[in-house]
Every structure is written in C-alpha cells, then in structure tokens.
C-alpha cells in the first residue's frame, strides 16, 4: 500500500512541475534585453524550475535555464536559492541505517 502512495506522490509532484514550467514564458534576445528585468522571486521561479527548464532546452531552441535580462546580484541570488532546494529535497530523502 505504501508503494502506492509513492507513485500517487510522484505523479503529483510530475505534474505540479509540467504546470509550473507551462507559466514560463520566452522573449526574443534582443527584446529582452530591452525589456522587463527580472528580480530575485523570478530568479527563485526559474531556479526551481530548472531541472524542466534544462530538459525543454535540449529539444526547443527558444527555451532558455537563466534570464538574459535580469538585476544582476539579486537575480542571482534568488536563482541560486531556487536551484539549490533542488539538492536538499534530495539529501533530505536520503535514510541512514
């Protein structure tokens, strides 16, 4: 019974991610730059969403991991916090016999 739970828990977790990354819209390069300047939570959503993001970007061109126009340290901050729950979702799985 339990594995059961785990596989629903997986599904769930697939498919929150598949919504989440369907938010995430591209801008041409060059308007980008001229554009709207991401800050520290979009930097914390595109860090979350970067394992998505990476897969989408080996078959689709204009999906990109990281923001071209950002605010520099502050996007990298949030980019990084957002990335790095990544690998403490995954320690914290881990059980010690």
């Excluded at 989440?20 to 979350?48: I, R, T």
Aim: net charge positive.
């Amino acid at each position: 019974m339990k594995k059961y739970h785990k596989s629903i828990r997986l599904l769930l977790l697939m498919l929150v991610c598949i919504w989440l990354v369907s938010c995430a819209d591209v801008e041409p390069v060059q308007e980008c730059l001229q554009g709207y300047q991401y800050g520290f939570f979009s930097g914390l959503l595109h860090g979350f969403i970067t394992p998505a993001s990476f897969l989408g970007s080996l078959f689709d061109d204009n999906i990109a991991i990281y923001a071209v126009n950002n605010t520099g340290g502050v996007y990298d901050l949030g980019f990084l916090v957002g990335s790095s729950g990544w690998g403490f979702m995954a320690g914290n799985r881990s059980k010690k016999s």
